[in-house]
């Protein structure tokens, strides 16, 4: 709000500003800045966004109107799955799941965008299918989500274990955990280690200037 009172006119300021709006859940804000970013810029970065707002609004109509009005042969791909997670989150908003699983299911079968989009898709559609009770059905599209999203930035790993019943801790770690090292070691290398253990010590406890008085010390000793 800041940036937008002292640099209204720039576009990016505005566009920025729309973003942090959403992700705070000002909405009507972020509503606003999109327009003004729009009209500045003459550029429409961020439909999915403005419907999304109008939805969380409770405008579900103006929603479905704003995306009805982009372009069908836009090449966006990102921009059109985001569009379809926002129509399918309003059917179901509306009581209509059956069509918001139609629309997801008919995206995945498409496999249009990247990887992580098509991860986005699955969840949602696995989503649904948890809601409708369809837990087996769920865990499979979960499952295939997480296949797409090696990173697990969409969270999968919680969602299975919650249809399990299990509570996984805030600090869990997916990393493969090593393998310990064997408990029982030979004797004789123990014995090895811990004599060269012993002897780098020593020669650390040894300074440089110990080191020249010994060597000192000897030739001396032997002009004598």
């Known amino acids: 709000r800041y940036a937008a009172s002292h640099a209204g006119r720039v576009a990016v300021v505005r566009e920025a500003t729309a973003i942090a709006a959403y992700l705070s859940d000002h909405h009507a804000d972020a509503i606003r800045e999109i327009r003004a970013a729009r009209r500045l810029s003459g550029i429409d970065l961020h439909h999915a966004i403005e419907a999304d707002c109008e939805r969380a609004l409770g405008r579900h109509r103006e929603a479905l109107e704003l995306l009805a009005s982009l372009d069908p042969g836009t090449k966006k791909l990102g921009l059109r799955i985001e569009c379809i997670l926002v129509e399918a989150g309003i059917r179901s908003d509306l009581g209509q799941r059956g069509e918001a ?3 997801l299911k008919a995206a995945i079968s498409h496999r249009i965008g990247p990887k992580l989009g098509q991860a986005r898709l699955r969840y949602a559609y696995a989503d649904l299918l948890e809601r ?67 002897e780098t010590q020593v020669i650390d406890l040894v300074s440089p200037e110990e080191e020249i008085a010994e060597v000192l010390a000897e030739i001396d000793g032997s002009r004598e």
Do not use: C
């Open 101 to 103: 699983m139609r629309l």
């Open 132 to 198: 409708e009770g369809r837990l087996d059905a769920a865990r499979e599209w979960f499952e295939s989500a997480a296949r797409m999203d090696p990173e697990n930035q969409l969270e999968v790993t919680e969602r299975l274990a919650s249809l399990d019943g299990i509570t996984l801790p805030e600090d869990f770690d997916l990393e493969p955990v090593p393998d310990e090292e064997p408990e029982t070691v030979d004797e004789k290398t123990e014995v090895v280690d811990m004599e060269d253990a012993i």
